[in-house]
Nanobody, 127 residues
Framework: QVQLVESGGDSVQAGGSLRLSCAVF????????MAWFRQAPGKEREGVAA????????YYADSVKGRFTISQNNAKNTLYLQMNSLKPEDTAMYYC????????????????????WGQGTQVTVSS
């Protein structure tokens, strides 16, 4: 059973940076696709970034391209999301997700394609 634990959320001012981490526990075989989703109050959960754990291909939502970077440290079983130039509209609960499916533009925008989820970490960006 895969368990995901996020950390790193905080309150920052616009233009600031944060790095989120997601520790992966309990997986005998690494999930094929790891992703970050976010959900703001009253909005649907949306895909932010994803990475194919074998090969390292990355996927980003248009709204975060050039500002966010997803990466992984396989030795530490940890997923990261480096967020720079943060904007108030980035305010949301951020969730780490994992799937034993191959990453693609199709699944990285569809939370129902991911079976395993963390509890979330709050990011608040003030103007």
């Amino acid at each position: 059973q895969v368990q995901l634990v996020e950390s790193g959320g905080d309150s920052v001012q616009a233009g600031g940076s944060l790095r989120l981490s997601c520790a992966v526990f309990g997986s005998t075989y690494s999930p094929y696709c790891m992703a970050w989703f976010r959900q703001a109050p009253g909005k649907e959960r949306e895909g932010v970034a994803a990475i194919a754990t074998l090969g390292g291909s990355t996927y980003y939502a248009d709204s975060v391209k050039g500002r966010f970077t997803i990466s992984q440290n396989n030795a530490k079983n940890t997923l990261y999301l480096q967020m720079n130039s943060l904007k108030p509209e980035d305010t949301a609960m951020y969730y780490c997700a994992a799937a034993y499916k191959y990453c693609s533009d199709f699944i990285t925008q569809r939370p129902e394609q991911f079976k395993y989820w963390g509890q979330g970490t709050q990011v608040t960006v003030s103007s």
